[in-house]
Structure formats: C-alpha cells, structure tokens
C-alpha cells in the first residue's frame, strides 16, 4: 500500500493450490490411463466430432487401414475410410450410418461392410458409431471397429465342411444302392457275350459305360470312406517320372508333349506314394482334356525353401473362366462335359491331409498353373481318401 510518495504496508494474497494441483494430476493421470486403454484394445477406435471430422485415432486403427493418426486428425471419416457402400457405390447424404448417428443421436451397429485402406484397397468389418451427448445434444461420436477377415474366412471353412460331409453321406447311400444290381447287371452282360457273337460291338459299348459307372462310384467311396495310409520317404522326382511314363502314350497320341523339369537336389519327403501319383494322374488328365489342339505340358518340381518343396503343372489349354476358379474342389462342380467333379475335390482333400496347399491360376485361351506345396516332413499321421481301383478325373 503506498501513500504519497511512501510505502506504508503490503497486502498478500495467498492461495493454497495444493488441491488444484492434486486435481490436476489425477486428471491428467486418468487421460494417460484412458489413452492407454484405448491404445491397447485390438478394435479400431476413431473418435469424431459433430461435425465427422476425425479427432482421435488409436494404433489398431492404424494397424488395419495403413493411415497414421497424424494424417488423418481433422480429416472427416468418410474421406478416409467409408466413401464407399460394400458394392462400391458412394454413399449419398445423411444415408451412411455414421451420419445417422450422428444426426439421430442413435447407436448404429453394422454387421458386415467394407472400410478403405491407405493403398486403395478395402477390408470388411464390422462396426458400432455411438453418439456423444452432452446436455442432451450430440456433440461427437465413437466408431469402433473390427476387421472381420478371417471370421469369414472360418465361415466359409465350416461352410464347406458341411458340403463335405453331406456330400460324402450322399455318397455312400448313392454308391451302395447302386452297386448292388450293377454287379448283377455285368455278370449277366458277361454271360451274354458267348451267346450273342454278332451283338459283340453292343455288350461293349454297354460293358464300357458300366465301367465308367464304377469308376464314379469308387469315388463317391473314396469320399465317404476314408483310409488310414502309412507315410514313407519318397522321391517326388522318381514318382513324377512314374506317372509321366504312364500318360505319355496318351499324350503322344493327342500331339501332347509331356516336359518334366526336376531340380536334382530334391530332398526325399514324407508322403503316401499312391495317393499324390492319383492326385498328379488327374492333374495331367485335366490338362490333355483342356488341350484340344495339342501343345506342351510342363512339370516343374523344386524345393521351396528347408521345410516344403514346390510342384508346378502348367498346360497350355483352354484355361478356367475366373468365375470358376474359386468353385474349383467344391462337391460335384465341374466345367466338363463328363466331369464329376469329385477328382479335383479329393486330390485338394489329399494335399490337405499331406499338411500341403493347392492353387489354381489360369487365363482363358491362355492356359492354367497348378501348384502344389508339400511340407518334407509330415508332422502327423492323418487320415487320407485313396483308392487302388480307380484313377481320380475330375
């Protein structure tokens, strides 16, 4: 206080921020906690304003779309991952469902659609928009979402497992129920060609279609009844020549030329030796029904890296139509004329069982690449669909 020229006292003013400080602390405490929370969880989190715009974005979220936080902070949800409807379609105003959340003050939840990713690609997922209200206005929102990949890569896995099963229920009441009066059927045929000398060229023809009746039914056996097969090291470059050997006749016959290239530091594998040679007879069989005009098979087998060898088939047919391709080893679907569709499916199921993979590319008119991976050591005993009777053709 100073009168005049002079300093007569001083005022203080004291205030006790011990509790502020404490306050601040515990809040500031409980943000980093939140943060970390939202963090650590697997779902991407996207925090987002009354007006979409993109205020938090947590490391899950930048996982599964390829975008950093920092590049989109301030950035509206659509224009980073929702533009677009599942079938590519923008969305038009006040339809997406992050709008509508946000306009109607309403939790959404979407089972299935797509989000974009930073390279253009897309992912499905699954995803919730809750709204923020404070006072009873909606002031933001939470997206929280899940990539979704593999849960439909499960579903579809169980889907054709039920295909499997029931195809292989059908399979043996189908198989049996036929069996029986076709055993009879050529027995009496076989009795009848002693005594009918000039009918001869008739029983053939019938005797031929019955063989091609058995030969499906021993597939349709195969497929229901599987057999235990002991695994022991083999060649896969001495079992390829075997079978080549065998269609080589066959290929010459069709002006098909049949070119196997074996890298010789192939290392034994451990595999069933009648199960692969079937699946490759059908794979080489395929291959010469495809090639009407003749051409060249290649065959190419190498080691892909110390666990696994890699097999290639490549022709030069009339290729598989894309839209095909993925229904390639589903029960009964086949693009040929006489086909059945069980070879493709039981030499997928025999790969399988050998702990390997199968997959298809092809161009029409171009041709179509068969490659099969097969690890050098199985690492257990399953059980694998083989059948000495008959060759597998799809």
Request: glycine letters at 8%; aromatic letters at 6%; proline letters at 4%.
């Amino acid at each position: 206080m100073i009168r005049g020229n002079r300093l007569k006292g001083i005022y203080v003013i004291i205030q006790n921020l011990t509790e502020l400080n404490r306050f601040r602390k515990e809040l500031e405490h409980l943000y980093y906690k939140h943060t970390l929370i939202l963090n650590s969880i697997a779902e991407g989190v996207c925090g987002i304003d009354q007006h979409q715009n993109i205020v938090f974005w947590n490391p899950a979220a930048e996982r599964m779309t390829g975008y950093k936080a920092e590049e989109v902070i301030g950035k509206t949800s659509h224009a980073i991952i929702h533009h677009t409807k599942k079938d590519g379609t923008p969305y038009s105003f006040g339809e997406c469902p992050i709008d509508r959340a946000i306009h109607d003050g309403k939790t959404y939840h979407i089972c299935e659609d797509i989000f974009w990713k930073k390279d253009g690609t897309y992912f499905p997922v699954s995803y919730t928009v809750t709204p923020i209200l404070e006072n009873g206005a909606v002031v933001g929102g939470v997206l929280t979402f899940t990539d979704i990949t593999e849960k439909q890569k499960t579903e579809e896995f169980i889907r054709t497992s039920e295909k499997l099963s029931v195809a292989g229920q059908l399979a043996a009441g189908i198989a049996h129920e036929i069996r029986n009066p076709l055993t009879a059927i050529k027995g009496f045929i076989q009795l009848l060609q002693s005594e009918l000398d000039e009918k001869k060229p008739y029983l053939h023809i019938i005797e031929s279609e019955i063989q091609r009746i058995e030969l499906i039914l021993g597939e349709l056996l195969v497929l229901a009844k599987p057999q235990a097969t002991k695994f022991t090291k083999s060649d896969i470059g001495v079992l390829l020549q075997h079978v080549t050997t065998l269609l080589e006749t066959q290929g010459i016959l069709h002006n098909i030329q049949i070119i196997t290239k074996t890298d010789p530091s192939l290392p034994l594998i451990e595999c069933d030796e009648n199960g692969l040679k079937q699946v490759f007879i059908n794979f080489l069989k395929n291959a010469m029904e495809a090639m009407k005009n003749g051409g060249h098979i290649f065959i190419e087998a190498q080691k892909k890296d110390e666990h696994s060898v890699l097999i290639r088939f490549i022709d030069e047919g009339c290729g598989i139509p894309k839209e095909h391709l993925e229904k390639i080893g589903n029960p009964f679907f086949t693009t040929k004329e006489k086909g059945t569709g069980l070879g493709m499916m039981i030499s997928k199921k025999i790969i399988e069982d050998h702990g390997g993979t199968m997959s298809i590319m092809s161009e029409v008119n171009k041709g179509t690449t068969i490659e099969v991976i097969l690890p050098i050591r199985v690492s257990a005993s399953p059980v694998l669909h083989t059948s000495s009777s008959s060759h597998l053709h799809a």
